[in-house]
């Protein structure tokens, strides 16, 4: 009885503090399951965007809330911009990607899997709209601002907390992600790259949104 009542602590502890950071081991790719996990339950729980309106005028069907996660956006998008982004230490802002979106070649790859996801026709003459939100959890006063954020969860949480104070990030991401004429269907693209940098003890947080309207 004594195993099996440690055992069920375990369980419940686990579950209700998630996955423990090991950041001599920081796992990229297990936070950034997680914060589309998080980012996806608080898109379910707002109820008003980022101007003020009442999410269920804008959204009738509760779907609508949810994005999809693309590989294209965090490989094309989200991964280079970090990479990018970490090299200026305590520096924040966007990179700029104009060049980028320039190139025509470069938006075939959404278009792909924007066409095999939402069963939307797209093509070069849509009108594609992105978003970027960007976020640095500083450690430079050591470990006790990490200890702060000791699961994969309470990093993500943070993070959106985090942007929802700022008002241009917070519009960004409680915006409206489909089209008025074909609002039936979810339209919406969502990568981000999740970096810990050793050197500084920083965590850098690059989101990506991409859609069609």
Known sequence: MKKLTTVLLLCIGFITYGQVIDYNNFDSELAEKVLFEEFNKFRDTITIDGVGNKIDDLYPDQKLRRLIWSDNVRDLLAYPNNE???????????????????????????????????????????????????????????????KRYPTYQ??????????????????????????????????ALMGHSIIYNENNNNVYIVMNFVFYR
């Open 84 to 146: 990018v982004w970490k090299h200026y230490k305590d520096s924040v802002f966007h990179v700029n990607c104009k060049k980028f979106w320039l190139n025509p070649d470069n938006l075939e790859p959404f278009m792909e899997e924007y066409r095999a996801k939402t069963n939307h026709r797209v093509n070069k003459l849509t009108n594609i709209i992105r978003s970027e939100n960007a976020f640095v959890l500083y450690g430079y006063k050591g470990d006790q601002i990490l």
């Open 154 to 187: 309470s990093l993500a949480k943070y993070a959106i907390r985090s942007w929802d104070r700022s008002p241009s990030h917070r519009k960004a991401q409680r915006q409206r992600f489909y089209s008025i004429r074909t609002y039936n269907e979810l339209q």
